[in-house]
């Protein structure tokens, strides 16, 4: 059996606000395989966004382990986390995080302007192949002005690939987006998981868990459920809704 992607030991993370201490995480133990589509569902105040936030290493936990392709990571310096986010991590948000004043093409360069090595061309050819990937090769000059809401989510998901990570982190990423929308989104990070990616991908909606092949329940800083799904398809589900004039 391969070695998780991701490992996690009783992980705790508390925040303090005045004289409250606050426990976010409570003991919370977790490995994701290579390859895995992992969906973490949970009510708000849950713990589901702390944890996607330590494990894209935007947050360090209080005590546990945390181990990301074999490395160690709960206690690097800020420096090695930031490079371990560049090489390894891609992250897709709610709220796309676009550059307005720059075109589709520019958005999904911009994670290897931190790479060293990486010559313009390179870039350039790189990006193109991660529009491709998401449909959007023919929006590459196009701002965000200029694309819908799904557009500008699929240019976030090119942005995430592009760096080649061994994990795609995403927030909500159909929180903003209508139904047919959201299925589109899912259509593709089920295409890119079929590629060998994996994927953690947190929402509160049902209808988005019912489209990885896993699902984690996180309720009071602890995960109360880890099961495996099978997965419905994306891709028929928009075949349907165009079957019905729901396009």
Same mark, same amino acid.
């Given at each position: 059996m391969?070695?998780?992607?991701l490992?996690v030991?009783?992980?705790?993370k508390n925040?303090?606000?005045?004289d409250?201490e606050?426990?976010?995480?409570?003991?919370?133990d977790?490995?994701?395989?290579?390859g895995?589509?992992?969906?973490?569902?949970?009510?708000?105040?849950?713990?589901?966004?702390?944890?996607?936030?330590?494990?894209?290493c935007l947050d360090?936990p209080?005590?546990?382990?945390?181990h990301?392709?074999?490395?160690?990571?709960e206690?690097l310096t800020?420096?090695? #986390?930031?490079?371990?986010?560049?090489?390894?991590l891609?992250?897709?948000f709610?709220s796309?995080?676009?550059l307005?004043?720059?075109s589709?093409?520019?958005?999904?360069?911009?994670p290897?302007?931190? +790479?060293?090595?990486v010559?313009?061309?390179?870039?350039?050819?790189?990006?193109?192949?991660a529009?491709k990937?998401?449909?959007?090769?023919d929006?590459w000059?196009?701002h965000?002005?200029?694309?819908?809401g799904?557009?500008q989510?699929?240019?976030?998901i090119?942005?995430?690939?592009?760096?080649?990570?061994v994990?795609? #982190?995403?927030d909500?990423?159909t929180?903003?987006?209508?139904?047919?929308?959201?299925?589109d989104?899912?259509?593709?990070?089920q295409g890119?998981n079929? +590629?060998?990616?994996?994927?953690?991908?947190?929402?509160?909606e049902?209808?988005?868990m019912?489209?990885a092949?896993?699902h984690?329940?996180?309720r009071?800083?602890?995960?109360?459920?880890?099961?495996?799904?099978?997965?419905?398809?994306?891709?028929a589900?928009?075949?349907? #809704?165009?079957?019905?004039?729901?396009?």
């Amino acid at each position: 059996m391969a070695a998780p992607m991701l490992a996690v030991r009783g992980l705790t993370k508390n925040y303090r606000l005045g004289d409250i201490e606050f426990q976010a995480l409570r003991g919370v133990d977790l490995d994701v395989a290579p390859g895995e589509f992992v969906a973490v569902g949970g009510p708000s105040g849950s713990g589901k966004s702390t944890l996607m936030n330590v494990l894209g290493c935007l947050d360090v936990p209080t005590t546990g382990s945390y181990h990301l392709d074999g490395e160690s990571v709960e206690r690097l310096t800020a420096d090695h #986390l930031a490079l371990v986010r560049n090489r390894k991590l891609g992250f897709v948000f709610q709220s796309f995080n676009l550059l307005k004043r720059t075109s589709a093409l520019e958005n999904v360069e911009l994670p290897l302007l931190y +790479r060293k090595g990486v010559s313009n061309r390179e870039a350039r050819d790189r990006a193109m192949d991660a529009l491709k990937a998401v449909g959007l090769a023919d929006r590459w000059r196009s701002h965000p002005n200029q694309l819908s809401g799904g557009q500008q989510q699929r240019v976030a998901i090119a942005r995430s690939m592009v760096n080649d990570p061994v994990v795609i #982190l995403a927030d909500e990423p159909t929180g903003n987006l209508d139904t047919r929308t959201s299925l589109d989104i899912m259509e593709v990070f089920q295409g890119l998981n079929a +590629r060998g990616i994996t994927i953690v991908l947190v929402t509160h909606e049902p209808d988005i868990m019912r489209f990885a092949g896993r699902h984690v329940v996180v309720r009071d800083g602890r995960i109360v459920k880890d099961a495996p799904n099978a997965p419905a398809s994306a891709r028929a589900q928009v075949a349907a #809704l165009a079957a019905r004039g729901e396009d």
